[in-house]
């Protein structure tokens, strides 16, 4: 009867014995052919694992020499320190062809089959040590996810874009609600007087915005079967988690609550709010409605407005016209009808539909922003982006991870009463419920 050495991978009871992750035993070929096709066992070679141990007590020590030479002290030894080289301005992809094939080196390095040399090269580990599993993504692949981020968000970059090396950043604003006299700019305001008399004084009032950075995590996991098809794994996981960055952020900057989270145009207290025609279908949106938005946004914001729509409005607007004498005038429609291209604007503003703009009928399918007076920061960071093999290791899953942490909202504290009439105006401006 032939003997085999092997090592547990996970528990394994035999009879009135069990035995603990890591156990090395010796049994017969049959038995040991059953744990390592069921996953519970590997076999074991006492000279391969040590020099595996030899390699890896070989890399902390490198580490560790590299650190120290960095901060200023020295070893007592006579090889000099060995640095890591960054290898992100020579081959920003650290050596490695695809995302998964990277993914493939973490989870052989982590489970002891062998140290690929680009994971030491590459851009970084993450504490410092393979054992973790924490090797971090070289940047090609790391920034190609915020690249494809942004490619795919129509919201959130038109934002005026703030980078933030802290979790709380606070910006001083003139905190200006009316522009009546004595309320331009908070309080500011001028006299005509006679020779002689008296100036009145008055100043300025101050507002704050803080911006304190949320959290926005995506993970997966991936078999180790599929990353180890680099051909069917690919660049998948970094689009599909970009796809998912991307909308979540759009959606935060339309309907965010401010808790955890950016604060929403649709929930910022600078909102002007359009009331629907009397009598108006439900439903529906008219020509009125259009004009009376247009009204209500502040004039020094027509420049930079964009419409945001959910999709369902279309049929609307390109049915949408102004009634002159007893014919009329159609609205959105291009001269040539539906045989031509769509203006895709309405008095110049693009028209950009979204799913974050709720269903028609409610408040909200159609929104009217200026974007640059929404702020939104970022940290300096960027996206964090790690692999690890340790979180479902019993289930042989990799998990990988993107983390970006950010903040936004109106620039506005409120609406603004115009010198002349009581009607408000915003940069931000919504239909009402025709429900």
Known sequence: MTIITIKLLAEWSVGSDTFDAGTVLRVDESTADELIAAKTAERYDPEAEAKAAEAEAEMVKRIVSTVKSEIGETEEKSAPPITVHDRSEDDPTGGWKSLSEFGAAVMNASIGKGLDDRLAKASGMSEGISSDGGFLVPEEFASEVLRKASDGAVVYPRARQLSMSSNTLKIPYIAEASRVDGARSGGVRGYWLAEAAQKPPSAPAFGQVELNLSKLVVLMYA?????????????????????????????????????????????????????????????????????????????????????????????????????????????????????????????????????????????????????????????????????????????????????????????????????????????????????
């Open 223 to 435: 078999t180790d079967e599929l990353i180890q098809d680099t051909t069917a794994l690919g660049g998948l996981l970094g689009e599909l988690a970009a796809d998912e960055i991307s909308f979540k952020l759009d959606d935060a900057v339309i309907n965010g609550t401010g808790a955890g989270q950016p604060l929403g145009v649709l929930n910022a207290p600078a909102l002007v709010t359009v009331a629907k025609e009397v009598g108006q279908d439900k439903n529906t949106v008219v020509a009125e409605n259009i004009m009376k938005m247009w009204a209500a946004l502040h004039s020094r914001s027509r420049g930079n407005a964009v419409w945001f729509i959910n999709q369902s409005i279309m049929p609307q607007l390109h049915s949408m016209g102004i009634a002159v004498g007893t014919g009329g005038l159609p609205v959105y429609m291009p001269a040539n009808g539906l045989a031509g291209s769509a203006n895709s604007t309405l008095y110049g503003a693009p028209v950009i539909d979204i799913e974050q703009c709720p269903a028609l009928g409610t408040a909200g399918d159609i929104i009217l922003a200026d974007m640059s007076q929404y702020v939104f920061a970022q940290h300096s960071a960027g996206t964090e982006y790690q692999t690890s093999i340790h979180l479902k290791f019993n289930y042989d899953e990799t998990a990988f991870r993107w983390v970006v942490r950010v903040d936004g909202q109106p620039w506005w504290a409120t609406a603004l009463t115009p010198y002349k009439g009581a009607t408000p105006v915003s940069p931000f401006v919504t239909l009402a419920t025709r429900a």
